[in-house]
T-cell receptor
């Protein structure tokens, strides 16, 4: 299965600032997904990052708040803009496997954000 | 809209015990179901994936079953160990193709005690 590297692994941020999270995959993948996991909650899909086109956002998430870049088939970034304490979460990127790992969703280790 | 529920929310068992975690989903028209493990503050590790046409999958001490018609899946852990302590999440995929979304359950937090 794909190996996903995310950074930063954790950060403490001030209210009103923005932070960009990077996701690097060791193989080319068609789609990358960004999830949020708020404290004590399950995972919620933020958006699907498409290479060469704009990301597709889920209901409740907007591009101005969570801009996403996908410059190539192995890399994506998620920015959390104008942060507030409510944005304190773990943010995870994931990809769907190829070949023998097809259909298996693989996750990065996550980026834990705390907004003060 | 698909909803996924996991019961119990938390479970504590002594080492060596066999246990069953439950996952139910409201829309039986699923493509596959995946079980994950999440250690505190970490990402998710895929444990087992069951396609909609399958009844069960096994990996080591883990066995996952799927009853699509009744909207249920179980994860059976045999001879539990303290290292099994983690949160277990199930997720269902609504359709084929990489664009189809996963809906996650709320998780079962498992504690295996010595």
């Amino acid at each position: 299965s794909a190996v996903i590297s995310q950074k930063p692994s954790r950060d403490i941020c001030q209210r009103g600032t923005s932070l960009t999270i990077q996701c690097q995959v060791d193989s080319q993948v068609t789609m990358m997904f960004w999830y949020r996991q708020q404290p004590g909650q399950s995972l919620t899909l933020i958006a699907t990052a498409n290479q060469g086109s704009e990301a597709t956002y889920e209901s409740g998430f907007v591009i101005d708040k969570f801009p996403i870049s996908r410059p190539n088939l192995t890399f994506s970034t998620l920015t959390v803009s104008n942060m507030s304490p409510e944005d304190s979460s773990i943010y995870l990127c994931s990809v769907v496997g190829q070949g023998t790992g097809a259909n298996v969703l693989t996750f990065g280790a996550g980026s834990r954000l705390t907004v003060l | 809209k698909q909803e996924v529920t996991q019961i119990p929310a938390a479970l504590s068992v002594p080492e060596g015990e066999n246990l069953v975690l439950n996952c139910s989903f409201t829309d039986s028209a699923i493509y596959n179901l995946q079980w994950f493990r999440q250690d505190p503050g970490k990402g998710l590790t895929s444990l087992l994936l069951i396609q909609s046409s399958q009844r069960e999958q096994t990996s080591g001490r883990l066995n996952a079953s799927l009853d699509k018609s009744s909207g249920r899946s179980t994860l059976y852990i045999a001879a539990s160990q303290p290292g099994d302590s983690a949160t277990y999440l199930c997720a269902v995929r609504g359709g084929a193709g990489t664009a189809s979304k996963l809906t996650f359950g709320t998780g079962t937090r498992l504690q295996v005690t010595l």
